[in-house]
């Protein structure tokens, strides 16, 4: 996915500046894109570079007399997984700004501080050219400003609406490396099943009869489960009359002070240690956690997003209200993501609530995850709802997905069209320059990466293992150093084993071997 940040500067260049500056930046390994293009055809046209300036300065002349467009209208640097751009505004205007931005990747390190470099070269380079016309004192010069990284209305309701102390909590549950390790798990319905029914058994007291491990690991692996944290083994003590749970005990150790102080039943007085004592498995107050509500969906959803880059900063989750649905908002470059999640069906009910919630943040794209059945009532309530958001010329979209890996995928294509459009609103300013789209040249550039990584890292998979070297020319050396003896080693080509049958060795024959073995180690001493 492609991300896009930038700043502006509240300052005018004229012409002669653009190209000065574009002149300067390529001196500073900076190489202009739309400029080299155009320094190579004049080249060509001229058959040498002697007169490229001139060639240069007259096309410009003539563009800006002709045409109502500049002839330097920005340019764009690209680098191996990232690419800078710059753009002038009019320089007619009032409001005159210079914008500088960056196109990365998600793995792109430090973005920001790569912008910031940027910026402050281009700032020095138009300092120094203003000092030298005696245009603005040093102190007077503008400072860069952030561009896109504004905050959408309905995302900023949304955030004040809940206390900070609440903020930080979800924030930090959903950071948690082992909270997020459990919900992946939970993607499984026979796991979310089996969670439930235990978390049941165990308050109604009769954990036995359903979380004996025998019983359930032939249709689940509690293993797994257990090993990310979602349930735990421990010892029951139930009443062998009524089959009613007593306590329970985190291992045999602390059973064995319990028989020694001959505590007796509550339900029938028999001694302790006359009871049913059995292994059980325990919902962990970590799988009692996730299953709230369907919290497990909003730390999916969570991590999902933050793969995909979004950063945290952009990401807020919503408090659960108690009523088995959860909320979650992300900022994507200026524009609101809405997320409404429930562990169960789709019914009306939470249709209604979904859309006021829509209504209050203003969001611009909505996604549903429901992991049950969509009543038909809900849909066409969400369904009529979109309708009327189109139709008065909103921009708007709504997703419903029934399970995480397809609201992943489906986010992850809404996210790369929001990327797209951001690209292609800042960067076609350059197309005339260049004759061509830019920002599907960039676009197209990140693709033909990305499907070049992907090819490598398969190579990588089926590249063969080294052929292990033959250890036995190497014992056999060994073996020759270590006695004292020459010996001859004969390379064998591979071919059809055959199976030799052993020679019989007589008690003599063995004995006979075994004293030539040490006399020749006695003379190599």
């Known amino acids: 996915m492609l991300f896009l940040d930038n700043k502006v500067l509240n300052h005018s260049v004229d012409a002669s500046g653009r ?25 060509d046209l001229l058959r040498g570079s002697e007169r490229i300036g001139e060639m240069e300065e007259v096309i410009a002349r003539w563009a800006e007399s002709n045409t109502d467009e500049p002839f330097v209208q920005g340019d764009v640097f690209p680098f191996e997984d990232y690419l800078l751009y710059l753009v002038f505004d009019d320089d007619d205007s009032d409001d005159a700004f210079v ?84 919900a992946s798990r939970l993607e499984d319905d026979k796991a979310r099943v089996f969670l439930r029914t235990a978390r049941n058994a165990f308050q109604e007291g009769y954990a036995v009869k359903l979380l004996s491990g025998e019983s359930s690991s032939g249709t689940l692996p509690i293993e797994e489960l257990e090993n990310v944290g979602l349930v735990e083994r421990e010892v029951q003590v139930s009443c062998r009359k009524t089959g009613h749970a007593l306590f329970r005990l985190p291992n045999a150790d602390a059973l064995a002070v319990v028989t020694v102080s001959d505590a007796t ?45 979004v950063p945290e900063r952009e990401i807020a989750v919503g408090p659960s209200e108690g009523t088995g649905s959860g909320q979650m908002m992300a900022n994507i470059s200026g524009e609101s993501f809405l997320i409404a999640t429930r562990d169960g069906d789709l019914t009306p009910a939470f249709a209604r609530w979904v859309i006021d919630l829509e209504i209050e943040t203003e969001a611009s794209h909505l996604l549903i995850v429901a992991t049950g059945r969509i009543h038909k009532e809900a849909g066409l ?25 397809s609201a992943g995928s489906e986010l992850e294509r809404a996210l790369e069209r929001v990327s797209q459009r951001i690209i292609a609103e800042h960067l076609c300013i350059l197309d005339n320059s260049i004759g061509i789209s830019v920002s599907k040249l960039v676009l197209t550039k990140f693709q033909l990466l990305a499907a070049a990584k992907e090819t490598q890292r398969e190579v990588e998979i089926v590249q063969p293992e080294p052929e292990s070297s033959n250890s036995s020319t190497a014992l056999t050396w060994a073996a020759a150093a270590a006695y004292g003896q020459s010996r001859q080693v004969l390379e064998i080509q591979p071919g059809p084993s055959t199976v030799m049958p052993e020679p019989e060795l007589t008690e003599a024959s063995q004995e006979e071997s075994d004293l030539t073995l040490g006399s020749s180690f006695i003379e190599s001493q």
Not at 118 to 123: I, N
């Open 265 to 309: 039943c509550s339900e029938c007085g028999s001694p302790v240690a006359d009871e049913n004592v059995e292994e059980v498995i325990a919902p962990t107050p970590l799988a009692t956690s996730l299953l709230e509500d369907g919290s497990w969906l909003v730390s999916r959803l969570h991590f999902l997003l933050r793969h995909l880059g």
């Open 19 to 43: 190209t000065r500056l574009l002149r300067e930046l390529q001196e500073q390994d900076l190489n202009p894109l739309i400029r080299s293009l155009r320094t190579q055809c004049f080249t």
């Open 99 to 182: 914008s500088a931005g960056i196109v990365y990747e998600t793995n792109t390190l430090e973005p920001f501080r790569k912008l910031d470099s940027f910026c402050h070269l281009v700032r020095s380079l138009l300092m120094s050219a203003d000092q030298a016309q005696n245009r603005e004192h040093i102190d007077a010069f503008p400072n860069w400003h952030s561009g896109n990284r504004t905050m959408p209305q309905g995302f900023r309701t949304f955030i004040e609406k809940q206390d900070a102390d609440s903020l930080y909590t979800s924030l930090r549950k959903e950071t948690m490396s082992k909270r997020i390790l459990a």
């Open 381 to 405: 309530l969400l369904r009529n709802h979109s309708r009327r958001r189109v139709s008065v010329g909103q921009d708007f979209e709504m997703i419903i997905a029934d399970d995480v890996a």
